[in-house]
């Protein structure tokens, strides 16, 4: 009991030196909103559970869910979920927080101490995570006071809305009373799945992650709260061996089981064919149930929100009543998030019509060769054929450092938040010429040792003129001697000698030598 009331009194007395997101705030005595107590509805769930309100507590964050879960650890000192909690708003992208004025929400293993609890923050009630924490010291990593709080504002923090945050603290506040003296606050980008870590296996951030799941799985395998060390630059995890200072920590049967598992159904969902993505944000993101929602689709919102766990539902409705307060930055939030298809080197990969290819040297033989319609199985016969529809093939998208134009151009506003340029809509004329006549236009030459990129063709003016019912397509007046493949009438040469001394010939002369130059089929 002594040991109670001490740390309840140090837990008043130290509270009052916390700062919520650098709110500043800490005049006066501890306000009546920081002895709220906890819900009945939550203390009937507990006693549903076999949980009492002081034991320890134990909270896990996840960002790409928006979503805080509380844990109890009951008698048989195992944890177990008491409730979901909706997170309102938190900034940033999935990943780490590295300096200061990032706007990102921390992810990692923290630890909360009755003194990191803030009864007068500006933000109604919050508690600060703990961030920056000895695995960001070593790591270089900058900022201070991050924090979950009330409001739905963030900066970098968690804001959960008042009603939320008021019982979190009270959670927070029995367990100390209680006891406890410090829970754990784990922070993840999203749940650690096979399934999430098969999508997001190319993201730059996936060796961190890795590094987080092995604490996830300890604490899912075991229902125990993970110790942590931090050897050199990366996360240990594991028992009282962990927590005495080992670097390379016995791994527990039931934790090893779970990671060889998640490593076969990470592999299979690979091999499948599932696709490697990162998410993107403009700012951040936000638990759907705080979004206002049309009466006709209550139902429908409903049923999406409701969790597979039984243990841990949360009602729409609830939550939806919550006052939120400012919203930071909500045009943010109206963009939503995006998905983007990345390769091995966290590239994004855009998936495009393939143009007509560009003939080998084999190919453009042929095509002179066959020039002469007469010829059974010529190139020039086979044009009669209507050219099927080429099918859609991946292109790789130029690195910024390399090609920075046409990396705006494909990712139009999704990194730069600048607008995509339009395309030109391409003229009748040009839609009818055949992929065949395309592959016959001659290419400029190129300076040798320089790479040709064909990802990003350049196209120089262009001519046609009708050949019976076919186009022909001549890239350089100059050399319309040339665009018939050798096969030039005298006509068409003196036409072309006088075309190259005629600096200023108008674009119909040009058109009248093309025609000339072309062989009748």
Known sequence: MALRLATAAGFAALALSVTACQDGSMSGGVPLRALTP?????????AQKGMATNDPILIRAYKKEAEMEVWKRGAGGQYALLKTFPICRWSGQLGPKTKQGDRQAPEGFYTVTPGQMNPNSSYYLSFDTGYPNTYDRANGRTGNYIMVHGTCSSSGCFAMTDESMGELYALARDSFAGGQRAFQFQSYPFRMTA????????DPNATFWKNLKEGSDYFEALRDEPRVNVCGTRYVFGGQDVAAGSCSPKVDTLVAEKRSRDNHDIAELVAKGTPATRVVYDDGGQNPVFRPQPPASTLAFANLTKKDEPDAPYDPKEYARHHLGEVSRPESLAAGEREVEIDAKGRPVMLAAAEAPIPTKAAAAALKAGSDKTKPGSVVAKKEAAP??????????????VDSPSYTKVLGSLFTGKAAPVPATPSADAATIPAVAAAETVQPPTKPGKP?????????????????????????????????GGHSSPAAKAGSSKEASA???????????????????
């Open 503 to 521: 600096k200023d010939s108008s674009v119909k002369d040009v058109s009248a030598k093309a025609t000339a130059a072309t062989p009748k089929l």
């Open 38 to 46: 906890v819900p009945a509805k939550t203390l009937a769930l507990m």
């Open 388 to 401: 099927e529809p080429q099918k859609p093939a991946r292109v790789m998208v130029a690195d910024a450092d």
């Open 452 to 484: 040709v990129h064909t990802a990003h063709a350049v196209t120089a003016p262009v001519v046609t003129g009708a050949v019976g019912s076919k186009a022909k397509t001549v890239a350089e007046p100059a050399k319309a001697g040339k665009a018939s």
């Open 195 to 202: 399934t999430n870590f098969a999508k997001y296996r190319n």
